[in-house]
């Protein structure tokens, strides 16, 4: 009944929309030159960085919190689904186990350079984090390393201390500069490093464990 | 603790992101503590904007457009004082309502502290991209608190409530990012002289994404479907912060865009208004029939946050005068402090008898009359009878509505306070003049901690009697406003 209805509508607004888009006039603003001239005084090098860390880094602070949000979110619900009892994957693949043990550091180089890069070019914490957290997964489905139940202490607190170092540089600043996350130009480099450093590691441990949460219950599967 | 408005959304987070890492179930007093703090805070905030009107903060000292700003006039400052006023009394409720080994209440506090971070945000926000990223937290811990520790059907309900929450916060994405092509910024501020009636179709377009989605995320009829499995589904405590907090973020949001930025679309367009207020006052008829026909008292309390959100988009029709929006925000308070009140008492009911059925109240007069008197009150105010705050909505809203020649408007609402009064009745007559059908079913009341009942009673008496302390709260609504 819907079907008929639905699609024609959708398709009507994707037309509507397009239309639209063709005939817009260039933006009355241009952002890019005022990027570039405050490059200097945001510590970092590289446009990208400096607005995702320095100019616009109180969304950041907000959106790495969304991501622990997600993640307790997901500890809660798994709380009530009921868990059979989980045994690590055992795989009886050899090649498989191998190259998970071959792949696995070198994916955490690649994250260590990814996270120094950000500064002059395109990468970050995000970034990093993202190959932190393949590299756990990768090693979860190679059977080397199990799912993950609910978590100890020292892993929530290293799931929530990037978000708090954010959050307590932040506070720092507001207290020191008079605003929050207003890094003085001298130091503002080794302040987004040290925040960067810390969102690596808790975003690799997050999204890692926006996988490994919700297939401790599977492990047995091979 | 100089600047209380920037520590409104880093206190929050830091005792959000402090109580997962000690552990499931930890963290209450802590949060008990900075909601007692916040409170504080909140009152500073509003002695500030009354002396000196707007205040805007610069974050990382860039200002907009190239940064992002916070801004806090009469409106915002309103809403947050609701926050805060009533949280505080539900985080003391929530400790004493879930056990130690409750699994519901495993990680309420860190989703909570996420929630009340996203909201203070989000009222303190100038930049439309930000408000996305606070409209994310506080949709995304709202699903994670309806899903927590429940069974399939609760996990069902939270899952339709999350797939609503991503439509809404897609096509406010979708019209930030339009907007962002045809202006390059984001910042209210600066586009606020930019749009005018001569805008191109792109921001018309985008402005109906915004309503669009924000009336889903306010569920707004015939958008409500997913509020009352959402809300009469979960736990006490988060039904009670869903109905009374969460649903006004979006309306406090679009009611923001509506005034501000696109001020100059709105203006032009007379009829618009008429769209979100004839939706409201079918969310009225409807909302209102579904809760005198509710079997379960939850289903009937969610039904009837359908039917009161629906008087919040009567105002839109009458915005060019200043006492809608005064009516407006008095709306959102006195079912705010109604509803939160009302969910804790039928969360108080439903644990002493076990059962959450409306039928199975009888005698709860006797022995819970803290309770039952908690319900009545916000009976009253949601009902509309003087001198409570919502009395005091109704009459500025018709007042309004008659100034300006639409009187169809005040019929909505004397229909819908009669309507009100049907299905408040029917829980009070359960409860006060029906007796237990055998004596035997007295001693099925399971003892419980007063600190429930008595929270419950707070805000219940706060929704009465703000409505005699009314004029101080709406003279804050207009300091240094959009209007």
Known sequence: MKRPVVIPAALLFAVVLILAMVDLAPPALDLRPLVAANLASSGVAHPVTAVLLNYRAYDTLLEIGVLLLALVAILAVSESVPTTSSTSATSSDLLLPMLGRIAAPVMVVVAVYLLSAGTSAPGGAFQAGAVLAAAAVLLHLTGLLPGWRQPGVSLRWGLAGGFLLFVGVGAILLLVEGDLLRYPPDHAGVLIFLIESGLTLSLGLILAGLFLFLSHDKGDVG | ?483
């Open chain 2, 1 to 483: 603790m100089t600047d209380p408005l920037v520590w409104l959304i880093l206190l929050p987070l830091t005792w959000a992101s402090l109580a997962f890492p000690s552990g499931p179930g930890r963290g209450a007093w802590l949060a008990i503590a900075a909601l007692g703090v916040q409170l504080m805070l909140v009152l500073l905030l509003v002695v500030d904007v009354t002396e000196s009107g707007i205040l805007v903060r610069a974050v990382g000292g860039w200002g907009a457009p190239l940064g992002i700003d916070l801004a806090a006039d009469g409106l915002s400052v309103a809403m947050l004082l609701l926050t805060q006023v009533i949280a505080l009394p539900l985080a003391i409720y929530a400790r004493s309502y879930f056990s130690a080994t409750a699994p519901e209440g495993k990680y309420f506090w860190p989703l909570c502290g996420f929630l009340l971070a996203g909201l203070n945000g989000l009222y303190l926000s100038a930049d439309l991209f930000n408000l996305y990223v606070t409209l994310e937290l506080v949709g995304l811990a709202a699903v994670g608190l309806v899903a927590a520790g429940g069974g399939a059907r609760q996990i069902a309900a939270a899952l339709r409530y999350l797939f609503a929450m991503l439509l809404g916060s897609g096509a406010y994405l979708l019209a930030v990012a339009l907007i962002y092509a045809a202006y390059g910024t984001v910042s209210m501020k600066t586009l606020a002289p930019l749009i005018t009636a001569e805008a191109p179709v792109v921001i018309w377009l985008a402005g109906g994404l915004m309503l669009a989605g924000l009336m889903l995320k306010t569920a707004l009829f015939p958008f409500h479907f997913w509020l009352p499995p959402a809300h009469g589904g979960a736990s006490a405590p988060v039904s009670a912060l869903l109905s009374a907090l969460v649903v006004k973020a979006s309306f406090y949001l679009l009611l923001r865009l509506w005034l501000g930025p696109f001020a100059g679309l709105t203006a032009g367009a007379g009829l618009l208004g008429w769209l979100p207020a004839t939706l409201g006052a079918l969310a009225i008829l409807w909302g209102s029939c579904q809760a005198i026909r509710a079997q379960r008292i939850k289903m009937l309390i969610a039904y009837s946050t359908v039917a009161q959100l629906g008087y919040l988009f009567l105002i839109f029709p009458l915005l060019t005068g200043e006492a809608a929006l005064r009516a407006g925000i008095m709306q959102a308070f006195a079912h705010g402090l109604a509803k939160a009140a009302m969910f804790m008492t039928a969360g108080v009911l439903i644990k002493a008898t076990g059962q959450d059925r409306v039928d199975s109240l009888a005698g709860a007069a006797q022995q819970l009359p803290l309770t039952m008197f908690a319900f009545g009150l916000a009976g009253v105010t949601l009902t509309g009878l003087p001198p409570s705050a919502g009395f005091l909505a109704k009459w500025q809203l018709i007042e309004a509505a008659m100034a300006q020649g639409a009187w169809i408007i005040a019929v909505v609402v004397l229909v819908g306070g009669l309507l009100a009064a049907g299905y408040v009745f029917r829980v009070l007559r359960q409860g006060f003049l029906l007796v237990p059908a055998t004596s035997a079913d007295t001693s099925v009341f399971h003892p419980l901690p007063r600190t429930l009942e008595w929270m419950a009673l707070l805000l219940a008496a706060a929704s009465v009697l703000l409505g005699l302390r009314g004029v101080e709260l709406m003279e804050l609504v207009s300091l240094g406003g959009a209007v």
